[in-house]
T-cell receptor, first 112, second 116 residues
Framework: DAGVTQSPTHLIKTRGQQVTLRCSPK?????VSWYQQALGQGPQFIFQ???????QRGNFPDRFSGHQFPNYSSELNVNALLLGDSALYLC???????????FGPGTRLTVT | GDSVTQMEGPVTLSEEAFLTINCTYT??????LFWYVQYPGEGLQLLLK?????DKGSNKGFEATYRKETTSFHLEKGSVQVSDSAVYFC???????????????FGQGTILTVHP
């Protein structure tokens, strides 16, 4: 049973560019949450998707947007990249109304 | 808003020593509580959970008890191994108002290093 997968593993972008990160949830899961983990810090909640809609959102600017597809996979888009967006981006999946979130290995984004 | 305070790290122990990592939280209502572990270069793995007051979560020799009166969820292990070296995160899952779905709020993490 495949767990949560994310792509790419690593990414280097320049300030002002745009980036798209991808996540495939664990089999049987329909809810995807995204977190940002800066170096040496705990993850911070960005937003959560269910039934192709953003269900709740953390304290992140509109430059951060997402999408969920009918097969439950999800994308995170960040526009107008800033140096401060450099972080590990984690995707977590869960079954709706289940408390447990399972995390993928993350995508390491470096903005230069 | 919701917040988590974890024991300051890093924590350095010898193999077979007793481990305690303190965690206290501030959250609305009565959240489910989780400990996640992160090994170098990897994502987060669920270590254990507790969903209501006085519940004890346990896994791989680790334990934590949901203490509602002190809003705490301290992690313990009786005898640590070198392979337990990792970063440990405490995280309550708080529900969005009036709903049954939630988000995790993480502490800053506690780095544990175990020497042979």
């Amino acid at each position: 049973d495949a767990g949560v997968t994310q792509s790419p593993t690593h990414l280097i972008k320049t300030r002002g560019q745009q980036v798209t990160l991808r996540c495939s949830p664990k089999s049987g899961h329909d809810t995807v949450s995204w977190y940002q983990q800066a170096l040496g810090q705990g993850p911070q909640f960005i937003f959560q998707y269910y039934e192709e809609e953003e269900r709740q959102r953390g304290n992140f600017p509109d430059r951060f947007s997402g999408h969920q597809f009918p097969n439950y996979s999800s994308e995170l888009n960040v526009n107008a990249l800033l140096l401060g967006d450099s972080a590990l981006y984690l995707c977590a999946s869960s079954a709706n109304l289940d408390m447990v979130q399972y995390f993928g290995p993350g995508t390491r984004l470096t903005v230069t | 808003g919701d917040s988590v305070t974890q024991m300051e790290g890093p924590v350095t122990l010898s193999e077979e020593a007793f481990l305690t990592i303190n965690c206290t939280y501030t959250a609305t209502g009565y959240p489910s509580l989780f400990w996640y572990v992160q090994y170098p270069g990897e994502g987060l793995q669920l270590l254990l959970k507790a969903t209501k007051a006085d519940d004890k979560g346990s896994n791989k020799g680790f334990e934590a008890t949901y203490r509602k009166e002190t809003t705490s969820f301290h992690l313990e292990k009786g005898s640590v191994q070198v392979s337990d070296s990792a970063v440990y995160f405490c995280a309550p899952l708080t529900l969005a108002g009036g709903t049954s779905y939630g988000k995790l709020t993480f502490g800053q993490g506690t780095i544990l290093t175990v020497h042979p």
